[in-house]
């Protein structure tokens, strides 16, 4: 049997050791344990990539303490605008939102766009028509409300800058989720679902997605997800670009990924991170930040959960 593995992540960025209370850090470490092993759990019954990276990522968009479906950011009218992608590595079949509000889990309405319709991407009232056609119940702006989140847009709201939700530095709340896993077939899958960043305007849409910078997923190289920057990581084409490394320089997952977090994107000054798996289980979880929520775990019997370097 294939070892089977998932990586997940809660967003990277600048994170303060000492600004994090153990209170705090231990309610992270759990919502992501609890996302890391139920998207585990799809993998060890024999379920596919592409539903545990959904799973995982659902409970993540769950919970307030990520920047994704719950909890996301405010715009710059005070409202909540979502993007997510989901892309399959046996396939490369592929589905993406943007701009959507009122949906509790934007990735199921992402592959819902792959599955249910001709499209790859699907953005605004359109993605909306789609999400209402399929019968998609919306949730009231309160659902989305978080006071962490309300008032770091208070802190910007007037002015024309716009911030990741993770880069203040007293700020301990952040950040964009994502999941890679490797089936017990050898079949590969990466999603990715943010609110994007605090204080966006004009229709704003990051990387995370983009196919090709902030998810991709092909079974002859990797499944990545990204977290940071969108506007560099859109640039970098940074999901796809490891997936070059390892296709045409014959590069492994580890140092392909190196190479586009610790070299690539910061030569263009990007600052994030990103997850990434291949088909036969490895992973890699580089970041050039202070930190990255993140966790794993295989069928190797090996399993961790960190929020910084250590
Ligand atoms: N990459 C996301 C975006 O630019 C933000 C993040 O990762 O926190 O929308």
Redesign the pocket.
């Known amino acids: 049997m294939n070892t089977f593995s998932i990586a997940i992540h809660g967003?990277a960025g600048t994170l303060v050791k000492g600004l994090m209370t153990p209170e705090l850090e231990a309610e992270y470490k759990l919502a992501l344990k609890i996302a890391r092993d139920k998207g585990y759990e799809v993998l060890e019954r024999g379920g596919s990539a592409l539903d545990a990276v959904e799973v995982a990522v659902k409970l993540l968009e769950n919970s307030p303490l990520f920047?994704a479906g719950k909890g996301s950011v405010f715009t710059n009218e005070g409202t909540h605008e979502m993007?997510a992608s989901i892309m399959e590595g046996k396939t490369l079949e592929a589905g993406a939102v943007s701009l959507i509000t009122g949906i509790k889990n934007p990735v199921s309405l992402a592959r819902d766009v792959m599955e249910k319709s001709y499209h790859v991407f699907l953005a605004g009232d359109g993605a909306m028509k789609f999400a209402k056609g399929l019968g998609y119940k919306l949730e009231s702006p309160e659902y989305f409300y978080d006071e962490v989140r309300y008032k770091q847009w208070q802190g910007i709201k007037d002015s024309d800058n716009f911030q990741?939700?993770?880069s203040v530095k007293k700020d301990g709340k952040?950040?964009?989720v994502g999941a890679v896993a490797c089936d017990q077939f050898g079949n590969i899958a990466a999603a990715t679902s943010?609110g994007?960043?605090t204080n966006k305007k004009w229709g704003r849409v990051?990387?995370?997605p983009m196919v090709g910078a902030?998810v991709y997923a092909n079974n002859k190289t990797c499944a990545v997800s990204?977290?940071?920057?969108?506007e560099f990581?859109i640039r970098g084409v940074v999901a796809y670009d490891v997936s070059c490394l390892m296709e045409h320089k014959g590069l492994s997952l580890k140092d392909a990924s190196n190479e586009v977090i610790h070299k690539r994107i910061l030569d263009i000054k990007g600052d994030?991170g990103l997850i990434a798996v291949d088909a036969k289980g490895n992973i890699a979880m580089p970041f050039n930040t202070e930190g990255m929520y993140r966790a794993f775990k295989t069928s190797k019997g090996e399993e961790d959960i960190f929020i910084y370097k250590d």
Do not use: I, P
């Open positions: 967003g920047n993007d990741l939700d993770h952040f950040g964009t943010t994007g960043m990051g990387d995370s902030g990204c977290t940071g920057s969108g990581f994030g």
